[in-house]
């Protein structure tokens, strides 16, 4: 199966502030088509998890446009250019490359 | 806006089975998956399978392999999970999603607590 590993796993952050959290894969999200899925989630205290990033770097609706997507092949990251309360959370990266599709082990976002 | 409702807490006997439904509330399935997801008491995420309702194909995690079932209901739009074996390890909040890896999709279920207790 393929380890997502994330960095790091608690992220203290000043309101307004930038915040930027990391996912590394085992191997390569490279699809034999060509795309690479990975996918960014969202899970606030108490509440269902939402993605806010699906193919590495599109927004799902509704999302924000300061949460933004990059990476390629095994390294991604999921950048916030100015955090707010409502983003208080679990942050987890998913890959739907290869089965069975994994998580990462998930990044606490929390207000210093 | 399709809304996902799922069935509601179970408490169970270890060794038993459990069903979670997962209706689809205002729309289908179609033509997307539906995604089973659980959570353990203070734990993350974990995928363990799903289908594609409009064909009833489906993938499951290795893991749950053996003992898991995901069926779909294409006359009441509802995918259920059937767990068996249960073991104290699988308390958990189990959530359905209905996602495209490729789009804008992305509905999730409220979440049923499943728990294990002797």
């Known amino acids: 199966d393929v380890v997502l590993t994330q960095s790091p796993l608690s992220l203290p952050v000043t309101l307004g502030q930038p915040a930027s959290i990391s996912c590394r894969a085992s191997e390569s999200l490279v699809s034999s088509d060509g795309g690479i899925y990975l996918n960014w989630f969202q899970q606030r205290p108490g509440q269902s998890p939402r993605r806010l990033i699906y193919k590495v770097s599109n927004w799902d609706s509704g999302v924000p446009d300061r949460f933004s997507g990059s990476g390629s092949g095994t390294d991604f990251t999921l950048k916030i250019s100015r955090v707010e309360a409502e983003d208080v959370g679990v942050y987890y990266c998913?890959?739907?490359?290869?089965?069975?599709?994994?998580f990462g082990q998930g990044t606490k976002l929390e207000i210093k | 806006q399709v809304q996902l409702v799922q069935s509601g807490a179970e408490v169970k006997k270890p060794g038993s089975s459990v069903k979670v439904s997962c209706r689809a509330s205002?729309?289908?399935?179609?033509?997307?998956?539906v995604t089973w997801v659980r959570q353990a008491p203070g734990q993350g995420l974990e995928w363990m399978g799903r289908i594609i309702p409009m064909y009833g194909t489906t993938k499951y995690a290795q893991k749950f392999q053996a003992r898991f079932t995901i069926t779909a209901d294409a006359s009441t739009n509802t995918v259920t999970m059937e767990l068996s074996g249960l073991t104290f390890e699988d308390t958990a909040l189990y959530y359905c999603a209905r996602i495209h890896y490729s789009s804008s999709v992305d509905d999730w279920g409220q979440g049923t607590l499943v728990t294990v207790s002797s």
């Open positions: 205002g729309g289908t399935f179609n033509p997307y998956t």
């Open positions: 998913m890959q739907s490359t290869h089965w069975p599709y994994t």
